[in-house]
């Protein structure tokens, strides 16, 4: 390590960079290379196979968005569901909700949750929480032997759809999903760049559609160390529309959020031109 050493993550022609003042922790688990860097502007670093996966400075915008939402949503989300998660800053999110009386995080890579216990405390202070439980097993399977009619919201908080990830980006795997929610559910998946990954939001809104989801909706916001500095989630629900939210509840929601509030759960959903002309027709097609 040089006083002038810099993580790199280059993708599609472009490159996002950090300063890094040394590497913490470096190992190969059984799934994937777990690196932890301390960086000059952007506090810890996570990567998993070369790939930013957080840092502490940007990372609660992502872990609002891919919670808050879709519990919002929902009208009374008891029992909620998070395949991946593994650095438990959604479930940390997801606890805030006193409504909530059990949430599962199904993530394949014990060692990311135990390294994120070790570098990112402040993501992992709700582990202990009597309503929450920590599976390590392979989300497809559970999902496929998993109670129909058990789940009230499913968050897929998982890496990019490459190698064994793009498995939970199926329409097979969603049909799983959809079998399990309740009538009402939500179905949250990270879904990626807008500017850089519109194929990979299309796929995803065809692949929920195939699966027999009844609505499907993408909002979006800023991430600025994934690549572009944009990203976005795709909400699906079971036998009902995503319209609406319990605005009085997210106003006065009685726990501390950074960047979510009702205002932006309306604006998040207003997307620009080029998505609404690229995903207009997929339900009809």
Known sequence: MTEDSWFTEKAKGFGMALKITAKIHDENSPFQHIEVFETETFGRLLTLDGLTMLTSRDNFIYHEMMSHPALFIHSNPKHVVIVGGGDCGTLKEVLKHREVEEVLQV???????????????????????????????????????????????????????????????????????????????????????????????????????????????????????????????TLARKGQKLNGFRETAARKKGFPTRYYNADIHIACQSLPVFMNETLAGIAKA
């Open 107 to 233: 993530e394949l890579d014990e060692r990311v949750t135990r390294v994120a216990e070790e570098f990112f405390p402040e993501l992992c202070e709700s582990n202990g929480d009597e309503r929450a439980q920590l599976l390590f097993v392979d989300a497809i399977q559970w999902m496929a032997d998993a109670s129909a009619s058990s789940v009230d919201v499913i968050l897929l908080d998982t890496t990019d759809p490459v190698g064994q990830a793009s498995r939970l980006f199926s329409a097979d795997f969603y049909r799983d999903c959809l079998r399990v929610l309740r009538e009402g559910g939500v179905m949250v998946a990270q879904s990626e760049s807008p500017l850089f990954d519109m194929e990979i939001i299309t796929s995803i809104h065809k692949a929920m559609h195939a699966a027999g989801a009844n609505d499907i909706k993408t909002i979006h916001f800023p991430q600025c160390t994934y690549p572009s500095g944009w990203w976005s989630a």
